[in-house]
């Protein structure tokens, strides 16, 4: 069962448009959740996250929207930069203080020129 | 400054051999954790260790093995490497506020 869903495999934008990446969940009980980015060749790095608290939040040109009763988050990118370029993840704590996160399947983001 | 390092980048290796991975960090960090990275599939948790002696299954452990004799090390190992394990893999370690550290991984290759 793919507790952390990630439907769109690929996504296109012009430089300068927004990107959004999508998210949904099954499992109620995760309480956070983070988004990785992952250059070819590099391991993922983190990139902003949020608490089930909050329904927002943002840095910079990144900002990630949770709504819980959708189990669904989105990334948007604003405004999107070649160098945003890479393949994006979404994640959540599989038990809480176990350090185990359950990983989307990834959406490779492609911002043209 | 600390850090996670991945040895081989690339590997090529015939099918039925044994391989290790090299997993070496210096945040002198309890917790390590590996993963596999498979188009399709996302990143899926193989092996982890909360600890020096200690070693738990992840979600796709079959044909893997870790063991921890220290805090900075925790090799992954094949024991007899099958096409199916031609991957990329990668070491963490699980900080707080922001999930894991990743290492830069490496490229496995069965043939």
């Known amino acids: 069962d793919q507790q952390v869903k990630q439907n769109s495999p690929s996504l296109s934008v012009q430089e300068g448009r927004i990107s959004i990446l999508n998210c949904d969940y099954t499992n109620s009980m995760f309480d956070y959740f983070l988004w990785y980015k992952k250059y070819p060749a590099e391991g993922p790095t983190f990139l902003i996250s949020?608490?089930?608290?909050?329904d927002k939040n943002e840095d910079g040109r990144f900002t990630v929207f949770l709504n819980k009763s959708a189990k669904h988050l989105s990334l948007h990118i604003v405004p999107s930069q070649p160098g945003d370029s890479a393949v994006y993840f979404c994640?959540?704590?599989?038990?809480?203080?176990?350090?185990?996160?359950?990983f989307g399947t990834g959406t490779r983001l492609k911002v043209l020129a | 400054d600390a850090e996670i390092t991945q040895s081989p980048r690339h590997k090529i290796t015939e099918t039925g051999r044994q391989v290790t991975l090299a997993c070496h960090q210096t945040w002198n960090h309890n917790n390590m954790f590996w993963y596999r990275q498979d188009l399709g599939h996302g990143l899926r948790l193989i092996h982890y260790?909360?600890?020096?002696?200690?070693?738990n299954k992840g979600e796709v452990s079959d044909g893997y093995s870790v063991s921890r004799s220290n805090t900075e090390d925790l090799p992954l190992t094949l024991e007899s490497a099958a096409s199916s394990q031609t991957s990329v893999y990668f070491c963490?370690?699980?900080?707080?506020?922001?999930?894991?550290?990743f290492g830069s991984g490496t490229r496995l290759t069965v043939v």
């Open positions: 994640a959540a704590p599989f038990i809480s203080g176990t350090y185990k996160y359950i």
């Open positions: 260790s909360y600890g020096v002696q200690d070693t």
């Open positions: 949020i608490s089930s608290i909050k």
């Open positions: 963490a370690n699980p900080g707080t506020y922001y999930g894991y550290t």
